[in-house]
């Protein structure tokens, strides 16, 4: 079943915390440049299952390979964005310091400018639109800013894989229209597999080309045309979901009482995405 | 008389006392201040406070005994930052509630030792050197441990100086690079012991906590980076230092014969910079 082109490959990966299993018989893979949506509801283990790809969670079976690597080896291929990283407090720390921690922050001793840290720095900068804020401090930036430093800070050792947690939750519409749009530009210019959980797929329907929906511990995972339909996705949530499509645009609603609507496109502002 | 015969009382600068005193409280403005920044964005103060007033029953226990209290401040305090960490709760609130209980515990046992002290050796200024400091009776025999602490905390400091930075950005961007947090947390805590020790010496173990964050806070308020943060909040800390000795020596003519303790003038001077520091912050761009 191992895929060998594959850069992300898990195999009937289960997690158990003590008392409670979490994720069971989970297998997926990835493909160069492949940008997947992990969806599904809070407490659904999103974050768990990117804490045991990254190798911050043992996992009670199964295997997690990337680049073929299963051990600590893989450290090195993967770039993570954590979840909610508020930065209320003030922090003495520019967002290009924060780029720059990305590649050497885990070597001893202090750090000493040199030409070659601060090209890759700029170039980073640069490639997340993010050298008119370069020079602020990160707790002064906007949610939008914050994350487009961290995605900077994941990259900025090329990795082959992203991980994202939650990258759209709290942002603006406009702030979530650029992440997205930056992410499918990693994805589709530099070949990077980029895996990002969200528990609304709507802002990434245009780009995702692959979900995996987690729901009671499983898994269903599917290119995004197979489980973006209305019996499909019915199925996934337990509850009756419209997939409507106008003009070659693709809208996920939840069917619910009309009076509650406006409140859900305040809350998640629905997006209208063309299906590539 | 001159202006700096007015500000230098006459012979402040040959007083033996003096210069031990301006050379240990040095040191431990500038490793306090150091460490503190740290402290600061990792929101342990409460912890750093707490270490002091547990070290407290070392410096206590030193005067028991009778050795010096250098040694009774540094062996309490980081064992002290070796539990903290060992208890390894992960909410602030849980942290919070250790933390308050074992430092409650801590000055418990710094009150018998005290009164064994007191009852047996007759020290009678051991509780308010203790707790208040007593940088003007320190041996000149300890400048060069003292001072060999805070190099060593400044240089552990320097080492763990990138890990330590991204941990206290977000533990789990520190984690999935390798690192591995918990030690990096408890080498935190073991250089702020340093610090700590160091402090309580100079202005005593309640009132380490000003030494520690008061500049590091101010310093936090002000710069952009941490090298920057760094270097202020020790430059704030060697100013409240020096000055609060300098003014602390001139109070000697104020109330003849009875000088003002030197913990309430660095203590002040600290307060005032760190009020100082809330008027004038770095302009912030407005958000896109």
Redesign the interface.
């Known amino acids: 079943m191992t895929d060998p082109m594959a850069t992300l490959d898990v195999e009937q990966l289960s997690v158990a915390f003590p008392g409670r299993p979490v994720l069971r018989d989970v297998s997926f893979s990835l493909r160069p440049g492949e940008f997947c949506g992990l969806i599904g509801s809070n407490g659904s283990g999103k974050t768990t299952l990117l804490r045991t790809i990254l190798g911050l969670q043992a996992p009670s079976a199964g295997t997690v390979r990337i680049g073929g690597h299963s051990g600590a080896g893989r450290r090195g291929l993967m770039g993570y964005v954590p979840q909610k990283i508020g930065f209320e407090t003030e922090m003495p720390l520019r967002a290009r310091d924060v780029v720059a921690l990305g590649l050497d922050g885990a070597r001893l001793g202090l750090s000493f400018p040199s030409r070659v840290r601060t090209r890759k720095v700029e170039e980073m900068l640069e490639a997340v639109d993010a050298q008119a804020f370069a020079d602020q401090r990160i707790s002064d930036l906007s949610g939008g800013q914050q994350q487009r430093i961290l995605i900077a800070h994941a990259m900025i050792r090329r990795p082959k894989l992203l991980l994202l947690d939650e990258p759209l939750a709290n942002l603006d519409v406009a702030a979530v229209a650029d992440i997205v749009h930056l992410l499918h530009w990693f994805a589709h210019e530099e070949g990077i597999t980029i895996l990002v959980s969200a528990h609304d797929m709507n802002p990434l329907l245009g780009v995702m080309d692959r979900i995996v929906y987690l729901a009671q511990g499983r898994a269903a995972t599917g290119r995004t045309e197979e489980v973006v339909r209305t019996e499909v996705l019915s199925r996934l949530y337990g509850h009756h979901i419209d997939v409507i499509r106008v003009h070659g645009r693709v809208l996920v609603v939840a069917a619910g009482a009309a009076d509650e609507i406006p409140i859900a496109m305040e809350r998640h502002p629905v997006h209208v995405c063309e299906i590539p | 008389m001159t202006l700096f015969d007015a500000i230098v009382a006459p012979g402040f600068f040959a007083n033996g006392p003096v210069q031990t005193a301006l050379l240990v409280g040095g040191g431990a403005a500038v490793i306090s201040a150091a460490i503190g920044?740290f402290t600061v964005?990792r929101?342990q103060s409460f912890a750093g406070h707490a270490l002091a007033d547990v070290s407290s029953a070392g410096g206590s226990l030193a005067f028991l005994v009778g050795f010096a209290p250098l040694w009774g401040f540094l062996g309490i305090a980081a064992l002290a930052a070796m539990a903290l960490e060992a208890v390894g709760l992960r909410r602030a609130r849980e942290r919070d509630l250790a933390t308050g209980v074992v430092f409650g515990a801590g000055l418990g046992l710094t009150a018998l030792l005290l009164h064994f002290a007191i009852a047996t050796r007759s020290s009678s200024g051991a509780a308010i050197s203790v707790m208040f400091g007593s940088i003007f009776a320190i041996p000149s025999g300890v400048v060069l441990p003292a001072l060999a602490v805070g190099a060593g905390g400044l240089i552990l400091l320097?080492?763990?100086?990138?890990?330590l930075?991204?941990a206290s950005?977000?533990p789990?961007?520190?984690?999935?690079?390798?690192?591995r947090v918990p030690l990096v947390g408890l080498l935190h805590l073991l250089v702020l012991s340093l610090a700590v020790t160091l402090s309580a010496m100079t202005v005593g173990a309640i009132l380490s906590t000003a030494l520690l964050v008061g500049p590091a806070a101010a310093?936090?308020?002000l710069?952009?980076?941490?090298g920057?943060?760094v270097l202020l909040a020790a430059g704030l800390g060697l100013v409240a230092c020096w000055g609060g000795i300098l003014l602390a020596y001139d109070s000697y003519g104020w109330t003849p014969g009875r000088p003002w303790p030197v913990s309430f003038f660095i203590v002040s001077l600290i307060f005032a910079l760190y009020l100082l520091s809330g008027l004038r912050r770095?302009a912030?761009?407005r958000?896109?």
């Open positions: 920044v964005i929101g320097g080492a763990i100086w990138r890990p930075l991204l950005l977000h789990d961007l520190a984690a999935a690079r390798g690192i310093a936090v308020r710069t952009r980076s941490a920057q943060a770095p912030r761009l958000e896109a």
